[in-house]
């Protein structure tokens, strides 16, 4: 059975893909960007493919290495994937305020850079769920910060994505509504 990892590279070049990506243990305090993984990057994968440290390092579910690769260029699908997925890592552990901090800050820049990575994950005219939305609203009405909430939401339906849920991106705005109401 394939992988997430597969599936992805599956999907953006039309073939199957069978690599066994192989990482180091993680090693505290180290910068040094050959160390991130125990392999070289083929440049033709590189050029070809856009498999750079940036879609390794997102597709190792190691959150540190993921870090480390933030502030490097890539291309936009890869700069997306890696986004959304500290996102979702950092979501996943928001109740620790450094997490939740980390979730804030990266879901806003992805936000930020989303009008550059709309045009290539969004060409294929399907529904598209981009969890960055979800979680950025639902972690900014934890934190009392409603409009930001529908705002995102907005922002969401606007680019046509869903959120897989039966009321969507406005099924979520009524339900910020509620609690703002509630609260007063």
Known sequence: MPNFFTKIISSFTNKEVKPELKVEIQIENKNIKDDL???KIDERDRLK???DEVFYAT???DLN???RVVDMK???INRHFLLQT?????YKLRKEDKYREMCLKYAEQHLKEFDEIAPVLLSKNQPTRVSTFQNYSTVLTEIGKFEEAIKVCEMAISYGLNDGTKGNYVGRIEKINKKI???K
Not at 86 to 90: D, R
């Open 65 to 67: 290495k993921m870090l």
């Open 59 to 61: 597709f190792s579910d």
């Open 181 to 183: 109401l509630s609260i």
């Open 37 to 39: 993984f125990d392999f």
């Open 49 to 51: 493919h856009g498999w």
């Open 86 to 90: 500290i996102v979702n890592h950092s």
């Open 74 to 76: 890539t291309i936009p």
